[in-house]
């Protein structure tokens, strides 16, 4: 009875501990494991003595090897294959050429700089080739860099894992059988991620199937039903051949995301969640039984084989494996720097510790050590300036340019042709064929189509893209819209213009947080289109000075007020943004409007204006000179 409630306290602080640990990363804004490794330390023997994991005994195999395969599949949920197919080149690469630049590489470091024997310094090697989607995952949310980076990036952490853990477990064949033929144990890689692989694209399919026509099974039963499929052909593919189950996670979660099931995202969700608390217990678990004493006795030669892996062995590989793709060079330095070590390392690392100490072989200790030092210097190396190199390099993904718009209308068509003048890219989307035709007319880029379509979407370079706007004349199919580019693009900026009810706007701003609402509050597309064709605007702009900024900003919102004033677009640090309600405006700003021209039509025509000429950014007086009508003036302005 006593043995059973250390092992329930030893799970319950482990538990206590991690989530912990996450829920301060989320705080500070760095990468969790930080402080998973932190906390598994200071409670392990090493530290204060708290947790045990040697009491687990075989059960912490069970743990890890059950946990892994969660984390995996996960990942391959996460994947996209149309996204993938824009990196698919460098992707393979990656996989393929770039295992083998990083064993090989890796191996004459450990062994010429970490005095390690051949064998133990080709089966390190082997245990860092994977970079880890548990680690570079939530650091490029925190970072939020261009897609292309982040979709390569994402694919290779997910991707690599699989292959590095079985050769891994190849090497460590190799080192365990000397005698054994090499080409056998390289078919033995090959073998293990082809069963891998037709398990795992046959149980996603399968399960795929399986919930679309299961309509009698409860949405939260389905998500059992997913992790009990996922074990279950885990299990299936150890039986078959060992470790090839970790290839039939990934594929499986690639497939079952390809099937396009109706709950998918309360699956990725669940699982979500689940990979949080395997990573945690994980984390703190294999921490807590690592010896601060074996990371001394390594020495500084295995600091130095960590540095080469960091600064010469990555480097080479992404150099060579993106060779031809269309990444810039500031994309390529950032891949090179981002490639932390995580949990497969970790785990796989911790159980050949035993095995190599059961079969009485010397240096599975320093093996574990040197993996968990390599995780903690490249984790704390890269993980907490990854945001500061990727500003450096001008690669996040709010610096990206262009963009999607929902409604090929007058002012769509405006707004459109004022970034391209810009040298943005502007793809208009409409269902309207003579909107479409006259935004052909005007050299615009435009798909006749519904923007629910996500293959139009992906046509229209959304992707990439910096802004995304709906502003259709139907608010609420601007906020599924707007929802949908969200949930399957995440570009850094996503308007809409909202319903004028106000309960649903409310409602927005609670549920759809990434949603800005765009322009004004209550803005009537209809009659700003009808301005616009009847040549009833003016278009021009202003720049808010330091000298009677208040001034300026009470005046702006006061001709906001009136309805007869719009601001829709912003030059701020060289870069044009869509103006959003919630904007803070700056000293410096640059803000491109739209202003009714109450002038008789015959008085607009004796100066020379024609409703159908093309609108023109105009060199009109002061905004601040804009009389404002005497009903809207607020006292702020009379303060001003």
Excluded at 474 to 498: C, H, I, K, M, Y
Excluded at 612 to 629: A, G, H, T
């Amino acid at each position: 009875m006593e043995a059973s409630f250390d092992i329930t306290l030893l799970m319950v602080i482990t538990i206590i501990a991690g989530i912990s640990a996450q829920a301060i990363a989320e705080f500070l804004k760095v990468p969790s494991i930080v402080f998973l490794l932190v906390f598994g330390i200071s409670l392990g023997p090493s530290g204060l003595g708290v947790l045990h994991p040697n009491l687990l005994g075989t059960g912490l195999e069970v743990i890890v090897a059950l946990s892994v395969a969660v984390i995996l599949f996960e990942g391959g949920l996460n994947l996209e294959l149309r996204e993938l197919g824009r990196v698919s080149g460098s992707l393979r690469n990656l996989v393929t050429i770039g295992t083998l630049i990083t064993l090989i590489g890796g191996g004459m470091a450990a062994h010429w700089l970490g005095e390690f024997p051949w064998s133990i310094a080709f089966l390190y090697a082997s245990l860092v080739v994977v970079t880890g989607p548990t680690v570079v995952s939530p650091l490029l949310k925190q970072v939020k860099v261009d897609r292309q980076v982040a979709t390569l990036l994402e694919g290779e952490g997910v991707l690599i894992d699989p292959v590095g853990a079985i050769l891994a477990v190849v090497v460590l064949d190799t080192i365990l059988n000397p005698n054994a033929n090499p080409l056998l144990a390289f078919s033995g890689l090959f073998l293990r991620l082809g069963i891998g692989g037709i398990i795992g694209a046959s149980g996603g399919w399968l399960l795929g199937w399986i919930l679309k026509r299961a309509n009698f099974i409860s949405e939260e039963l389905k998500n059992l039903v997913v992790l009990a499929g996922l074990w279950g052909l885990f299990t299936l593919a150890q039986m078959i051949r060992s470790e090839s189950g970790l290839m039939t996670t990934v594929v499986a979660g690639i497939v079952l995301r390809a099937s396009a099931v109706p709950e998918e995202r309360l699956i990725r969700r669940f699982k979500g969640q689940l990979t949080i608390l395997s990573v945690s217990v994980l984390f703190i678990l294999l921490s807590a039984d690592l010896s601060i004493a074996s990371l001394f006795v390594l020495g500084w030669g295995s600091v130095f084989t960590i540095l080469v892996l960091m600064f010469v062995v990555r480097p080479i590989s992404i150099l060579l494996c993106t060779w031809n793709s269309g990444l810039n060079w500031r994309q390529k330095l950032f891949v090179c720097w981002i490639a932390p070590r995580g949990i497969v390392s970790a785990s796989v690392a911790s159980l050949f510790a035993i095995l190599l100490t059961q079969r009485g072989f010397n240096g599975g200790d320093s093996i574990k050590a040197l993996v968990f030092l390599t995780i903690i210097m490249t984790v704390f190396f890269q993980g907490l300036t990854a945001g500061l190199v990727a500003r450096l390099l001008k690669i996040t993904s709010t610096q990206a340019t262009g963009v999607v718009i929902v409604g090929s209308h007058a002012l769509g068509r405006l707004i459109a042709r004022m970034f391209q003048e810009r040298g943005e890219s502007a793809v208009l989307i409409d269902t309207d064929p003579e909107a479409c035709k006259l935004a052909e007319q005007e050299n615009l880029r435009v798909f006749l189509s519904s923007a629910l379509d996500m293959e139009v979407l992906e046509k229209a370079g959304l992707a990439t893209a910096g802004t995304f706007i709906s502003m259709t004349n139907n608010g609420e199919v601007n906020l599924v819209l707007a929802q949908r580019a969200t949930e399957e693009f995440s570009p850094p900026r996503v308007l809409a213009v909202f319903p004028r009810d106000p309960q649903l706007s409310n409602e927005n701003k609670n549920h759809h947080s990434k949603i800005q609402q765009a322009f004004v509050q209550h803005l009537q597309i209809k009659t700003w289109n009808e301005y616009l064709n009847d040549g009833k605007v003016k278009l021009g702009e202003t720049e808010l000075k330091e000298e009677g900024f208040a001034f300026q900003q009470a005046h702006l919102q006061a001709l906001i007020h009136s309805g007869e004033f719009v601001p829709l677009l912003m030059e701020r640090d060289e870069h044009l943004m869509i103006v959003p309600v919630a904007e803070e405006w700056q000293i410096g700003d640059r803000i491109i409007y739209l202003l009714h021209d109450l002038r008789p039509n015959l008085l607009k025509r004796l100066s020379g204006a024609s409703p159908s000429s093309p609108l023109v950014l105009e060199k009109l007086p002061k905004v601040e000179e804009v009389p404002i009508p005497y009903s809207v003036r607020e006292p702020s302005l009379e303060k001003a």
